[in-house]
């Protein structure tokens, strides 16, 4: 499919608010994209298609994954949603006939994150959080940051670290692999300094 027929399909199956977000995320991702030279058409695209796999119901989400050979952890069995980034990884190609590995790992990764991260996959994680639907106290300091930063780690650190304080307030399980993205961020930062 062409990005036209992408977003048509998923304005036909998308909720209204779901589809608007998913536009959000592909515009912000853009502006990202320009602004850390990262090839904007995939970040448009995965953008666009970052949560097409989010229509799925809590309970049907470990089908859906198991189906296709997607190992669910401790973590993902307590909280299926998160299953919904690895779904829609496999989903770009089966329905979208999109064979692009490198926005395929920017999904896969927008929720929980992962060790060494791509310039695309940061792109996305963050566009996800700060698109101009969503409303939540500390995002205008998000974006804010996205703005006056010129260091995509060091904006992705500190919106890691409002996604781990949110998660942990409200005392749902932290995935390991957002601690392999954040130490490694740290890691690499003093790597860096040295
Ligand atoms: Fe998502
Ligand atoms: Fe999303």
């Given at each position: 499919?062409?990005?036209?027929?992408?977003?048509?399909?998923?304005?036909?199956?998308?909720?209204?608010?779901?589809?608007?977000?998913?536009?959000?995320?592909?515009?912000?991702?853009?502006?990202?994209?320009?602004?850390?030279?990262?090839?904007?058409?995939?970040?448009?695209?995965?953008?666009?298609?970052?949560?097409?796999?989010?229509?799925?119901?809590?309970?049907?989400?470990?089908?859906?994954?198991?189906?296709?050979?997607?190992?669910?952890?401790?973590?993902?069995?307590n909280s299926?949603?998160?299953?919904?980034?690895?779904?829609?990884?496999?989903?770009?190609?089966?329905?979208?006939?999109?064979?692009?590995?490198?926005?395929?790992?920017?999904?896969?990764?927008?929720?929980?994150?992962?060790?060494?991260?791509?310039?695309?996959?940061?792109?996305?994680?963050?566009?996800?959080?700060?698109?101009?639907?969503?409303?939540?106290?500390?995002?205008?300091?998000?974006?804010?940051?996205?703005?006056?930063?010129?260091?995509?780690?060091?904006?992705?650190?500190?919106?890691?670290?409002?996604?781990?304080?949110?998660?942990?307030?409200k005392n749902?399980?932290?995935?390991?692999?957002?601690?392999?993205?954040?130490?490694?961020?740290?890691?690499?930062?003093?790597?860096?300094?040295?």
């Open positions: 499919m062409n990005v036209d027929e992408i977003r048509r399909e998923l304005q036909s199956r998308l909720k209204k608010s779901r589809f608007a977000h998913s536009i959000g995320v592909a515009d912000t991702a853009v502006k990202l994209a320009k602004k850390f030279g990262v090839d904007s058409e995939k970040a448009y695209i995965a953008g666009l298609l970052h949560d097409c796999a989010r229509e799925f119901e809590n309970d049907e989400l470990p089908a859906q994954a198991e189906k296709r050979g997607i190992k669910i952890g401790e973590v993902e069995k299926p949603l998160l299953l919904h980034a690895y779904i829609g990884a496999k989903m770009i190609s089966e329905i979208y006939g999109v064979n692009d590995s490198e926005i395929s790992q920017a999904i896969y990764r927008h929720t929980v994150g992962a060790k060494n991260m791509s310039a695309l996959d940061k792109i996305i994680y963050f566009a996800d959080m700060i698109e101009p639907n969503r409303d939540y106290p500390g995002v205008d300091k998000l974006r804010e940051l996205a703005e006056t930063s010129n260091n995509l780690d060091e904006i992705i650190l500190t919106a890691m670290n409002e996604s781990i304080i949110f998660v942990t307030q749902s399980l932290l995935h390991p692999d957002t601690i392999d993205a954040r130490n490694f961020l740290i890691l690499n930062r003093k790597e860096n300094k040295k």
